[in-house]
Each structure stands twice: as structure tokens, then as C-alpha cells.
């Protein structure tokens, strides 16, 4: 990461600090910042608060206004932030639940949810583990508990499911790249046992496939070097073929 990336996040644990004081568990950075895979043109950052209660309405309120891009501009294009109870990071299930989420970034209107729940945390637990980093608090290791790797293959399975019901949707995929992009990285982790990056994940799928078109036009977009729709009929073939795929034996957790 660079210097700007590093300011920024430094701002944004003081902001975090500011509203819950005592109340901060940890920070904590995942996503492509934490796996050789961020540009700044294209990549949000992904950061996980965890606290020791639960939120009050003018937490949830100071968060809406501290963190947005308009308050706090990220140097990428925009910031992923959620709220996380520590029992829910210290004991993964399957269906994670949230205290607050902030989508902002430049170029689309602030995304705000005040609670909900999610089974693709257990996916963003699982990379915290693996390759995250501590930005403030408890070291990651203390906090987040191992996850089921049973678990954590539905989680992807169903983010596949709802890439396919999204495919051109305006804001989570105009082009269709994002689908392409996880039934790679889901592809790569059933074959070997890895989450990595979404730029890693589709060369590695090249190596399977290289004459693969779909995936080369996905990687181009990806790069900022195309911007054409990519093929509604092998996006939702790739996706089926990736779900099919049965796992290879690997660990149980992570």
C-alpha cells in the first residue's frame, strides 16, 4: 500500500476511535488491499470494526457522517466499512449478522444499512484470517475464529447464486466482470484450498482454461482496458461449471 492508502486508514481508525472510544474491539483491512490486488482506479477497501456491544442509533448516525466519501474521501474508489459484534467474530456461523455497513465511494450515492445480516462475512473472516491486517486493537488472531471450510464453500456458492440474479446490475457488476472475477477465486480456493486475490484468481483460471475468451475479456475490464458487456450465456455457464465443481480435499478451517 502506499503512503495516501496508509493516511487514509489512519484517519479513518481516529474517526472510528472518536465515536466508540472504549468500545473498539480491533480494526481490521481485507479485500485487495491486503493481497497484492488494490488499484486505486478501480478497488474500494474493505475494513472490519469490531466492538463489545452493540451500536447505539448516534453511533450508527456519527459513522453515517464521519465515514462517507464526501467527509473522509478514500484515495481508491470508495471504502467498504462494516460493524461487527466480537461474538460473532469470535464464533463464525452460517448466517453472520452486522451492526452497521457503509458502501461510499466516488461516483455513486452512499449505501448505508444499519443491520442485517450476511453469509458472505464468512468469506471477508476468512481473508481477515488468512492475509488481513491489524490496523488497530487485538491482533486478528485473538478475535476471529476459525472458520468452518464447509461453511465458508456454501457462503460462495450462494454469493455465486446472486452474482447470477445481478449480472449487469448498474452498480454491483455493469459489465459482468464481477461475476467472472469470484467463480474464478471460487474456482481456485475448491482446487486448492486458497483465497486469493480476484486478478490471481482468473489468471489461474486461464491456466485451466486458456483459450477462454470470457475470462480474458473479464481480466481487461478488471484492468481498466476495456469497458464492453461481457456474455450473459458464459457468465451464467461459468458460474454453473464453477458450482458443479465438487472440492478438492483440503483442511477443514481456516
Known sequence: MDDQVDDYLHQLSEAVNSVLEDRVVG??????????DYDKD?????????????????????F???LTYHALPSPGAGLEFYVVLEEEAAHPHSLLSYEFALLTGRGFEDIVEEEGMDEGLLMDFAMILQSGKTLAGRPKEEVFG??????LQEAMKGSLRRHEKHIFHP???PYGHEA??????????????ILTSKTRGM????????????????????????HG???????????????SKTPVKVPSAI
Open 27 to 36: 480494526l481490521y483491512l481485507c479485500g485487495s488491499a491486503v493481497v497484492d
Open 42 to 62: 478501480v478497488s474500494d477497501l474493505d475494513v472490519f470494526c469490531i466492538v463489545k456491544r452493540p451500536l447505539k442509533a448516534t453511533d450508527k448516525d456519527a
Open 64 to 66: 453515517a457522517q464521519a
Open 146 to 151: 476459525s472458520v468452518p471450510r464447509p461453511w
Open 171 to 173: 452498480f454491483y457488476d
Open 180 to 193: 467472472v472475477m469470484n467463480a474464478c477465486r471460487t474456482w481456485c480456493f475448491k482446487e486448492t484450498g
Open 203 to 226: 489468471k489461474w483460471a486461464l491456466q485451466q482454461l486458456p483459450d477462454s475468451n470470457l475470462i480474458r475479456h473479464a481480466l481487461s475490464v478488471r484492468r481498466g482496458q476495456e
Open 229 to 243: 458487456l461481457l456474455n450473459h450465456e458464459g457468465i451464467r455457464s461459468l458460474i454453473h461449471f464453477v458450482i
